[in-house]
Structure formats: structure tokens, C-alpha cells
């Protein structure tokens, strides 16, 4: 199977696979303390942040937190896209803004800035193809309030050669099913529009879906959605286990008394089924969900709320939970070896079920980690 | 205060914010402020505050209110003409400013089965209200939209405050003022009543002891929302950040536009009514009622305490003088030359407060929310 990206159940890119491709020459041009932390990285990551001085950037980091390389960006981000056969990375802006920089992980330089195309903003999440040739980009048509996976010619200078329907809105992740054909979309379901800001515009009626697109011709495959007394559970975040199996995480807009269930996964078979969180638990997460990640061997799911202040990890076989870790302010995760790397909003880098000692970086880490 | 040289006053009061806003930065040179020691009792009882002499008594005003506009409706129903309906268009106002001033809260039973959205479907991008009034208006054959229960079932859209908006002041409502605007008049009965109901609802779950109340000064582990005081703290807290937020967000920028030339009246809530300036009025005399009702400077740490209450204070005082002097229709001084500076500078204004509840309030009592939590994604 090709490497597909992080939240699939793949090996981590090595720090001696890097260095046997182009990383060599990389590294023999660093400098004392960053070279020092290349030399002793396992694997390395990737995160948008906040700098100490306000600017926005994204910065590449070692397993330890010493960051390694960073590329500035214009304002806030938030996903990253990694491509091992060109090297190229992907910061996203967090929407609604318009950006998206390709750089080097291994130099932080900018390779070029795409803006998205006229009416449309990014949502902040994409990836590439298994062949590197494509790269994919949620995004929004926010005129028409229609959620699109934009498509860009990586070999064309990342020419944006077209668009496919999402059949939802608000598009938020998506990622490439272990196929390498086959595209799944979380929908969540929430209208916004650039001239109002971040509000939300429709959540009496917004209805989230999860929904499967083939990569080549954009063709509906599938479209599943939650029962419809949980229309206002937002579909937001994915990740897929060894099983296939596509676990999302979502954020509930109606009344906080609800406490719907938060973790769900879905199968061709059954379509949709949320997990059974005991109340205890669920309470932790204060309906909200940030990001969702399969372990390495896929046999793990670790899910975290910012807003609770708590980073999980669930068994994906028996779809319980194994243990559960306070991170204030913890969203950012990614499968690291054997266990989960996690960073927060307050600059933690931290390690879960694993040995390795936390880091406190001078970034605020935005959302999400990419394990490069 | 009768206003003869405007562009002065705006230039002093925009040198006042500039120091005032000059000024905790000055008492905060070593860095971010220490939060408050406040204990979790003392900090419920800010909350208390707000829930007992705020949201219950704006609940219960915007109740009186919607039922007061009921009977008025009601009246004009039954013996139609032109005072009638005069009487009725100014209930409305009274009742759009009523729920003005607490439509900042959006937890608790105002949430509930979707409550919010059914008195004010707003911002309506896409004049979904319009089109929908106007479907039920045409159809006189179907009378499901004249009884609040069947009416209740239906889009958001012809529930709420705008749709009654469009009934009482949109074309063809001069029929009302006879008996040929039967039913009219009845859909308009209808939308009161069915705010009636839900106002008594709201009114209702913050009444019991239970419930959200409850909630929010027992904070408890197994709560989804608030399992600490400093949760229940933040929620109310949230009503000026977020409301402030929304007030730039929906209420003005998008009406304001770039200049005279891009504005867009339209985009003023109850523009066609012209209560668009009596509601963001209404908006600021709310969160200023909160705001008071809730006593901050109890639990601020000493240094916010001494100046960050009254500094709070000074620029809604700045908002309400600013507002008090802009000459209604809204969707006409947003075009014209001489007063739009007054609504560029209630932008301003909002900022500024949007600035002291975010970036300074909020961090003094602790509860700045994290760079990943922050307006989530």
C-alpha cells in the first residue's frame, strides 16, 4: 500500500528513510542546535502556530518538540499536507481565509503561495495523492454555501484543474481511504460566509454528513448521515483504523444538556454508528471534539477536546476506553511510534502511552499535527 | 444632547478610548496580569448575579412584551384600521428592542428545540423570510401557519420576529387596516402567540430552581458544559464577547460595507421597519444591564478592580452617547455623507469593549481560552 498520510494507519516517515532521500543533503546544511535535533529525531511533525512575537507560521518539529524548521504564513493556519515523494509540504489557512503555502520541511522555505480560487475560501484540511501528482483541499463555494474538494496539478505549479461537489456543506476533513480511489468528506454541516465573519448562519437546519467521493471522477459513492434528532452534530474530524474503518469526531451545536455521543465510525455495511461513552467520560469532552488520530499499527483512536481539556484513547476493536490523558487546552494529535504525540493551544508538546519526556515550545499549537 | 458639531465630539471621544485604552496597558507592564483569587463560591455568586437580576428579569421583560403585542394584534384583528395597526407596528418595536436586550444569552432553554432561531431567524443571507412569508401570504386557502401550535411546526423562517416584521410593515400590509387583511392579520396573531409560548418557556427554565439555573451555580463533574465555577463563569462572560462579536459580525459590518458607496441597508436588521437603530440600542443597554447586574469588581483582582469596572463602564457610556445621537432610519445614515462617521465609530466602540471583555476582563479572572479552543474549529 502506498504512504497515504498520517491519520492513516502507516509508518511514520523515519528519520533514516529521510535522510537516505534528499533529508542528507538537509541535514548536512543545518545549523548547531536545529541540526542536533534532526540528528536525534525518530520522526518528525508538522503543526501551524502562533510565534511568540504574534506572527502566524508552521513549524516542523522532532518527536522531542525542538523545532527543526519553519515556514511563516500570512495569518492564521491550521491543517498540513505532506507529500514524501517531492518533499513538499502544505500549510492550509484556517478558514475563512484564502491561502495555502506550499514549502520545504526540511528548510521551512516557501515553494510558492496558492490563493483559492474566486468565491471560494479554504476550510483548512487536504492531502495529496498516493502518486504526489494531485493535491486535495477542502474548501467552500460560500456564495452557495457548497462544500467543494478543490484539485491542483502538483506538476503544473499546483494549477488548480478543478473541483468536486461535496453534497454538504461546511467541508471540513478529508482524507484518502487506504485505496488510494477513494475520498471521504466529513461534512459538517454548518453554513458560514466570509462577510459575517466566523458566525454561524443555520443551525436550526444544518445537516452534517459523511459522505464518499471517487478521487478521479469526483462521482458520489456514498452519502451518510446521523439520525435526524442529531442534525446538530457536526461531522468534523476523521481518522481510519486497520480495520478501514473511518472514525469521526464531531462538535454538537444544540443545547449542552444533550450530551449526545461525540465518536463514531463508519463502515460500508452499516453506514454510521456513534461509540457508547459512559456519561463520566463523555462529560470530559464538553461536546467537542478537536481532532481525531489512528495509531500507527490502526489499532488505536485517540480523540481530544480542547474546550474539556482532555486527550483520549479508545481501543477501535472493542470501541472502549483504554486511557485518558488532561491536556489544557490539548488538540493537536498524531500517531508517534507505539503510542500518540499530542500538542496543545499553551505550546505543550507531550507523549501518550509512551515514555518520553514533555516539551514546552514557545508556539501556541494550532489544532492539528502531520506526521511528516 | 443635541448635537451641532459632531465631528468634535467623535474626535474627543476617540482621544478618550485612545487613552483609556493606553492606560491598563500602562498598569500591566510586567506582563499578563495575575488572575483573580476569587474562590469558586465568590465567583458563583457572580453568576448568581446575572442570572437573578439580568437574564431573568430581561426574560421576563421581553415575556410582557410578546404578550402585550399579542393583545395589540389581537385588537387589531378584530376591529381593523389605521390606529390599530399603528398601535400593533409599535408593539412590535417594543418587543424587538425586548429581546435585544438579552439576546446574548444563547445557553440554556433558549437553545432548546431550537427556540433561538424561531423568535429571530438572523442573519438571512439568503431571504429565505421573505419568500416564505410571502408563499403563506399568497395562499389563503391553507391555514396551518394561523394557529401557533401548527405554525410552530414549521420553517423558523415564518415564526419569528421577522417574519412578523414583514406581516405588520412589508408590502401590503396597509391591508390591515381592514377587514380584507383578515388573514394577514390572523398569521400575525399567530407569530405572537407562538413567541408568547416560547418566551414562556425561556421565562419558565430559568424560573426553576433546577434545570440550567442549577446548573450554572452547582457546577458538577458529570455536566457536560459546567463542571467548574470557572465554567459557569466563562458562559456568562461569553454573553459580552460573543455578543459583541455578533453586533460587529452581523449587526453592522455587513451593513456598513466599505464606504457610502458599498453600503448595504438591507443588511440591517429590522431595516424594513426602521427599528434597526432602536434594537442595537437595546442591544448595548442589555449588555450594559448584565454587565452591572453582575458586579465584576467583586472578584477582579485588585489591580483590574481599581480601573478595569469603570473602564468598561466609559465606553458603553461612549456606545450609548454615540447611539442617542445617530438620527434614525439606520439603512439612511449608513449612505449619507454626514452620519455614517457616527456608525463607524459605534464599530469602533464595539471593538473596544469586545477588546476589554476578551483581553482583559476574561485573563484577569483566569479564564482566557486557549489558542486551540479559542473559536473553535
Known sequence: M?????????????????????????????????????????????????????????????????????VALPDRGHDVAFDPLSYRAVAFARRPRTFAVVFDPKTGETVKTLTSAEGRHFFGHGFFSPDGRLMYATENDYDAARGLIGVYDVKRDFARIGEFDTHGMDTH??????????????????????????????????????????????????????????????????????????????????????????????TPEAGLSLIEMPRGDLARLSNYVGSVAASADGTRIAISSPVGGEVMILDATKKSLIESHPVRDGCGLAADGAGFLATSGHGLVTHLAKQAADRQADREWDNHILAL | MTMTKPSILFTALAAMTAMLMAWPAGAQEDGPPTPTTASAGEKLDVVWNVIDGAIRPGYSAFEDAAREEATKIGALCEMPDEVQLQTAREGFGQLAKAFAAIEFVRFGP????????????????????????????????????????????????????????????????????????????????????????????VTAGWGNEEGITSRLTNPSQSDTAYRKADDSLKEITSIFIDGLEMIRDQRLKPA?????????????????????????????TGLRQIFDAAQYGEILPEAQASYLPDAISFEFDNARRTLDAIPAPLADVVVSKENRDKLDYVLIVTGSLQSEFANQLAPALGLSAGFSSLDGD
Open chain 1, 2 to 70: 502506498p504512504p497515504i498520510r498520517n491519520r492513516l494507519a502507516t509508518p511514520l516517515l523515519a528519520r533514516r528513510d529521510f535522510l537516505a532521500g534528499a533529508g542528507a543533503l538537509f541535514a548536512s546544511t543545518l545549523i548547531g542546535r536545529r541540526a542536533e535535533a534532526f540528528e536525534d529525531a525518530d520522526a518528525l511533525f508538522a503543526s501551524a502556530c502562533r510565534r511568540p512575537d504574534g506572527s502566524y507560521g508552521c513549524a516542523v518539529f522532532a518527536e522531542d518538540g525542538r523545532i527543526v524548521s519553519e
Open chain 1, 173 to 266: 476533513e478529508a482524507l484518502l481511504m487506504p485505496d488510494g480511489e477513494t475520498i471521504v468528506v466529513a461534512n459538517g454541516g454548518i453554513e458560514t460566509h466570509p462577510d459575517y465573519g466566523r458566525q454561524k448562519l443555520n443551525l436550526a437546519t444544518m445537516e452534517p454528513s459523511l459522505v464518499l467521493i471517487d478521487r478521479k471522477s469526483g462521482d458520489l459513492l456514498a452519502k451518510h448521515r446521523l439520525e435526524k434528532s442529531l442534525h446538530q452534530l457536526s461531522i468534523r474530524h476523521l481518522a481510519i483504523d486497520a480495520d478501514r474503518k473511518v472514525w469521526f469526531g464531531c462538535q454538537y451545536e444544540g443545547p449542552s444538556a444533550d450530551a449526545p455521543q461525540l465518536l463514531g465510525f463508519a
Open chain 2, 110 to 201: 433558549i437553545t432548546e428545540d431550537h427556540r433561538l432561531e424561531r423568535i429571530l431567524f438572523f442573519p438571512d443571507r439568503r431571504g429565505v423570510t421573505l419568500r416564505q412569508v410571502q408563499a403563506i401570504l399568497a395562499n389563503t386557502e391553507d391555514d396551518s401557519a394561523l394557529s401557533p401550535a401548527t405554525l410552530a411546526q414549521k420553517s423558523v423562517a415564518v415564526q419569528g420576529l421577522t417574519a412578523l416584521e414583514f406581516v405588520l410593515f412589508g408590502s401590503g400590509s396597509q391591508t390591515l387596516e381592514t377587514k380584507g387583511g383578515d388573514f394577514r392579520c390572523s398569521y400575525a396573531k399567530a407569530i405572537a402567540d407562538n413567541i408568547v409560548s416560547i418566551a414562556e418557556a
Open chain 2, 256 to 284: 456598513l460595507g466599505e464606504d457610502a458607496q458599498d453600503a448595504n441597508p438591507k443588511a440591517f436588521l429590522y431595516h424594513r421597519s426602521e427599528n434597526a437603530l432602536a434594537a442595537l440600542s437595546a442591544n448595548f
